[in-house]
């Protein structure tokens, strides 16, 4: 092990604490979601994650499927875990979920007990861990009772796989009814991780005031909306992005003219504050107290600095707002 972590690594952040819990998180975390599989060579998933260690980034967000291929990612961070950070495991939270489709037959998917411990197992499995930090069910189940998926997560807490349960997705009403069995079972609901932007605000709907009231945290994904709330799509669809991929989650279809005026519009508010999109898109999310970490994805180096950014002002005037929410409705 070479690496040597920056002395003055927890200088510059801004931490958060998480709900009601012992716990304070970054206000910008990790995600491993679309970058770290077998698409890009390792080296640059360790500058990445060098990086946002060296920058007070402690708290690494994976899931069961990410990658691709599912589960790549988690192995690939396993990989840099062990050979770079195994010496500072005690100063990371990290993360993982289980809720979407993992391998055939109808234990490898939803919520069921079955499959919530089996795929933990898997994940800890592939990152050469003892115990993830957080565990979420990653999404509502239509069909397994809610009161079987919650009592896994407490397992799953009870038996040291993990130190805190998560929700992922649920909304309002489902998470309050989540919450209340967790907080009934004696392991609470540490966080719940919506998607969450300026173009997706279905949080709002009641989702934050239930967090807020039951002393629970927030993190947000999909804070810059796939890369919509950047610099990239300022003037149409770039060839490289991910809008012009067949396979990836934000659709040709999404980045209409209507969008792209919105997004130049916006772009005129964050160059007026001395930031780009992006940085204004996260400081956005921050303004709120109720949220206690972004969640931000990478896939250089480069991409996590100018993010990092959003930190030097959260602070948005009442005409700032306004003229934000005018270009919004």
Same mark, same amino acid.
């Given at each position: 092990m070479t690496y040597l972590p920056s002395a003055e690594r927890y200088k510059n952040m801004q931490y958060r604490r998480c709900g009601k819990s012992g716990i304070k998180l970054p206000a910008v975390s990790l995600g491993l979601w679309h970058n770290f599989g077998h698409v890009d060579v390792m080296e640059n998933f360790r500058k990445i994650l060098h990086l946002a260690f060296d920058s007070g980034i402690t708290h690494f967000d994976l899931a069961n499927n990410y990658g691709p291929p599912p589960g790549s990612a988690e192995e690939n961070f396993g990989k840099l875990l062990w050979e770079d950070f195994r010496g500072y495991r005690d100063e990371l939270?990290? #993360? +993982?979920?289980?809720?979407? &489709?993992? %391998?055939?037959?109808? =234990?490898?998917? %939803?919520? +069921?007990?079955? =499959?919530?411990? +089996?795929s933990l197992d898997q994940s800890l499995k592939r990152m050469k861990l003892d115990y993830v930090d957080i565990? =979420?069910?990653?999404?509502?189940?239509?069909? &397994?009772p809610l009161e079987e998926t919650m009592g896994a997560l407490d397992l799953i807490v009870r038996q040291g796989k993990a130190l805190y349960a998560g929700i992922s997705n649920y909304p309002a009403e489902e998470a309050d009814k989540a919450i209340a069995i967790l907080k009934?079972?004696?392991? $609470?609901?540490?966080?719940?991780?919506?998607? =969450? #932007?300026?173009?997706?605000? %279905?949080?709002?709907?009641?989702?934050?005031?239930?967090?807020?009231?039951d002393g629970v945290g927030c993190i947000p994904f999909s804070p810059l909306a796939q890369g919509l709330l950047t610099n990239k799509y300022l003037h149409g669809i770039p060839a490289d992005s991910r809008a012009a991929k067949s396979t990836g989650f934000l659709q040709e279809s999404q980045v209409t003219e209507a969008?792209? #005026?919105q997004i130049k519009r916006l772009n005129d508010i964050a160059l007026q504050r001395g930031q780009t999109l992006a940085q204004m898109a996260l400081a956005w999310l921050?303004?709120?107290?109720?949220?206690? #970490?972004?969640?931000?994805?990478?896939?250089? $180096?480069?991409?996590?600095?100018? +993010?990092?950014?959003?930190?030097?002002?959260?602070?948005?005037?009442?005409?700032?707002? &306004?003229?934000?929410?005018?270009?919004?409705?």
């Amino acid at each position: 092990m070479t690496y040597l972590p920056s002395a003055e690594r927890y200088k510059n952040m801004q931490y958060r604490r998480c709900g009601k819990s012992g716990i304070k998180l970054p206000a910008v975390s990790l995600g491993l979601w679309h970058n770290f599989g077998h698409v890009d060579v390792m080296e640059n998933f360790r500058k990445i994650l060098h990086l946002a260690f060296d920058s007070g980034i402690t708290h690494f967000d994976l899931a069961n499927n990410y990658g691709p291929p599912p589960g790549s990612a988690e192995e690939n961070f396993g990989k840099l875990l062990w050979e770079d950070f195994r010496g500072y495991r005690d100063e990371l939270i990290i #993360s +993982s979920k289980a809720g979407y &489709t993992m %391998w055939d037959g109808p =234990y490898g998917d %939803w919520g +069921s007990k079955k =499959y919530l411990i +089996s795929s933990l197992d898997q994940s800890l499995k592939r990152m050469k861990l003892d115990y993830v930090d957080i565990f =979420y069910h990653h999404r509502p189940d239509p069909e &397994t009772p809610l009161e079987e998926t919650m009592g896994a997560l407490d397992l799953i807490v009870r038996q040291g796989k993990a130190l805190y349960a998560g929700i992922s997705n649920y909304p309002a009403e489902e998470a309050d009814k989540a919450i209340a069995i967790l907080k009934r079972l004696g392991t $609470p609901c540490l966080i719940h991780q919506p998607k =969450y #932007s300026m173009f997706e605000r %279905w949080a709002e709907d009641g989702l934050l005031d239930v967090l807020e009231k039951d002393g629970v945290g927030c993190i947000p994904f999909s804070p810059l909306a796939q890369g919509l709330l950047t610099n990239k799509y300022l003037h149409g669809i770039p060839a490289d992005s991910r809008a012009a991929k067949s396979t990836g989650f934000l659709q040709e279809s999404q980045v209409t003219e209507a969008r792209i #005026s919105q997004i130049k519009r916006l772009n005129d508010i964050a160059l007026q504050r001395g930031q780009t999109l992006a940085q204004m898109a996260l400081a956005w999310l921050l303004k709120d107290e109720r949220v206690t #970490s972004v969640l931000i994805g990478a896939s250089r $180096p480069e991409q996590l600095a100018d +993010s990092l950014k959003c930190l030097d002002n959260i602070v948005f005037s009442g005409e700032e707002l &306004t003229k934000i929410e005018e270009i919004l409705k």
